[in-house]
DNA sequence: GCACGTTTGTAGGAATTTCCTACAGCAAAG
DNA sequence: CTTTGCTGTAGGAAATTCCTACAAACGTGC
């Protein structure tokens, strides 16, 4: 997911708090990620970015006190370095697209899109690549997911549903016949071709679109 | 947390994917709960809540199509043993809270409470008990976390700041001299203590009052 | 001041998870 | 036909989650 080895320092601006724990718990659980600094206010944020030093800022368009716009042009001229990643609350019009682009934003991500899409552009635009997700989609971050499914096996499948559902490892391995290591590394291979990383992920995909009567 | 052995049947109406995922990836980190559907608006709850059957709904109080009231309402009308969690955008006044109440909801956590809130009342109305956090705190859940913090012995807290810091076990093991299974056992009593589940949580917790210079 | 209960420091176990590597067989592609 | 890659199989290391255990120290009640 990233190339470089060093640990993306992240600052994060989101005004409601339950969003931000939310938020912040998913991110945290990649230890590529190292948080530097959090508020919920864009003063607060412009007050600690000196010394807090992020390399990554993800902010929301609309704040308790200011736009998020405004908060990362004044960021961004004390830091041209730094890269924004925007969360509008609605699919950003061309328009209003063109404005954050000129301003240097680096990306934009909805807040109708999947989390997945969140995690995916903060490692992209750390390497200083743009990336515009409400607009189009350069390489359609998480809509493959449908088309990787389709490229597991069926065994593959076969465990994937049954992990899903949460049957303990060692069950699944005894109902399959074959040993537990073997059950994991289809889960790993799993959860590469899925992209996913974590056994939520995987619960909620296959029940959104593989499992529909659940136990 | 829970009493009970059965799995808590959950629903999620929230309006916005990201948020929603958010939270749900978070959730299903639990095993006792079992999502028996989500969906972003208040029509499309009410016609899928006959099949899923959920134990407990949580519902934002302002969906896209609808309030939140209204759908809990009409919910309860048909399931008068739904438990529904109400997410209000704002802290709730008594007035629209004895309306809420009125309506049978059994609780009311606003956007701006930190998400181990949301997470106690969960389990704790699942029980039938009825908890209004956004005016009272009946037992203040995830306050008692700085007292708790002081509860913490020295060496706890010395493993609590050195695992925060996202150093491997073996090597705080090396460098203080004890073996892994100890540095485990810490960190097991670190995390019962202060009532958490998972890494992240302590990490965001340590950096916002134990940690001020993070690395 | 002594005795009993709790806390602290220490450690082990079992099952899972995350991330790797390995390897044989088969299928597809050149 | 041979090379390349995918599939089924399995092992290891480290971490996590949830337990139990036990001796020393601490403290509070009486």
Known sequence: MSQGNRK?????TI???????????QLLLHNEIDLVGESETGIDTLKSLESARPGV??????LPDNDGLTIAEHALSEHPALAVLLISDTPVSANRLAIYLEAGIKAVVSKHQPI????????YIRNGQVYVGAW????????????AYN?????EREVARLIASRIPIKDIAEQLG??????HSYKDRIFVKLGFERLPELI????????????
């Open 8 to 12: 993306l320092r992240l600052y994060v």
């Open 15 to 25: 005004g409601q708090r339950l969003f931000r724990d939310s938020l912040l718990f």
């Open 57 to 62: 800022l993800i902010i929301e368009e609309n």
């Open 116 to 123: 997945q899409d969140l995690v995916k552009t903060l490692f």
């Open 136 to 147: 189009q989609k350069p390489d359609a971050p998480s809509q493959g997911m449908l088309n």
């Open 151 to 155: 490229a597991l096996s069926g065994r």
């Open 178 to 183: 074959v040993s537990c290591k073997t059950v």
């Open 204 to 215: 909620l995909f296959m029940k959104r679109h593989h499992n529909g009567a659940a136990a």
